[in-house]
């Protein structure tokens, strides 16, 4: 299958270069990037990675089909990740922080931004470590790679192609039943104690997988909560 697919070896970010360019770009087209010059990550954190060691891409997203899934996109799209690592790469300890990043064996492997104009497109933007071997500085999260995890540097061209044609099956044909169903194989937060703010009030409790929306089930105090996307989430001790 021809996928549309723009390299750089240099942009500022590939969402925003999607975002400039959502127009004239095709539904489902891959963006990616060796290297950018002014990342983004959730929350306006910088997302930096060295120049042609890991994976930053985004997917643009026009068709309707998906577009009306918004509030499932980021889980989505981290559910296929994780799934390419898990069962193509043949990695251990993969797992899915609700909603949006991909852990292995506990370290944050990818994080997933997700932006856009509805009803127009969406841009999903993908960050995974790929062949970094430390990572200095100050992060929220430890990050690790493939390479750290595994001891093997890979190709970044051909997994490109691999998890580009991977992505496009996963989020344009999966049946949410299925990614429902694979969820708790992936679950991050399952039984940890969490703290999350919704409308800006502090809820704790135990997280318990997720609803049939996708929604995270939280066991508070005053009983079983449903949260939708978009939560900062703080593992308590
Ligand atoms: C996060 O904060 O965890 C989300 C990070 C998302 C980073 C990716 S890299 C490719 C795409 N372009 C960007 O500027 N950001 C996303």
Same mark, same amino acid.
């Given at each position: 299958?021809? %996928? ?12 925003a270069?999607?975002?400039?360019? $959502? ?9 990616? $990037? ?5 990342? *983004?990550?959730?929350e ?19 068709g309707?089909?998906? %577009? ?6 980021? @889980?989505?799209?981290?559910?296929? +990740? ?8 043949? %990695?251990?300890?993969? $797992?899915?922080?609700?909603?949006? =990043? ?10 997933? @931004? ?7 497109? @969406?841009?999903? /933007?993908?960050?995974?470590?790929? #062949? ?21 540097? +890979?190709?970044? $061209? ?10 496009? =099956?996963? @989020?344009? *044909? *999966? ?5 429902? &169903?694979?969820?708790?194989?992936? =679950? ?10 919704? #409308? ?8 318990? /997988?997720i ?18 996307? /978009? &939560? ?6």
């Amino acid at each position: 299958m021809d %996928l549309q697919v723009h390299r750089f070896s240099s942009i500022d970010s590939t969402n925003a270069y999607c975002k400039r360019n $959502a127009e004239s770009l095709g539904d489902f087209c891959f963006v990616w $990037a060796l290297e950018q010059t002014a990342g *983004k990550g959730r929350e306006q954190r910088e997302w930096v990675s060295p120049k042609g060691e890991n994976l930053l891409f985004s997917i643009l997203i026009k068709g309707q089909d998906l %577009l009306k899934k918004k509030e499932k996109l980021s @889980l989505f799209a981290a559910m296929g +990740v994780a799934s390419f690592l898990r069962d193509e790469l043949a %990695l251990e300890g993969v $797992a899915v922080k609700w909603p949006n =990043d991909v852990y292995i064996k506990g370290k944050k492997a990818a994080g997933i @931004l997700l932006e856009g104009q509805l009803p127009s497109y @969406l841009v999903i /933007g993908i960050g995974l470590n790929v #062949n970094q071997a430390s990572f200095k500085g100050q992060y929220r999260v430890v990050p690790t790679s493939v390479f750290i995890e595994t001891g093997k540097q +890979v190709d970044l $061209a051909s997994l490109s192609e691999k998890l580009f044609l991977f992505l496009h =099956d996963f @989020l344009s *044909k *999966k049946e949410e039943a299925r990614i429902l &169903e694979d969820y708790p194989s992936f =679950d991050y937060l399952k039984d940890k104690r969490i703290s999350l703010f919704e #409308n800006g009030s502090e809820i704790k409790g135990i997280a318990q /997988g997720i609803d049939g929306d996708f929604s995270l089930l939280l066991q508070t105090k005053a009983g079983l909560k449903s949260i939708h996307s /978009g &939560e900062v989430i703080t593992l308590l001790g």
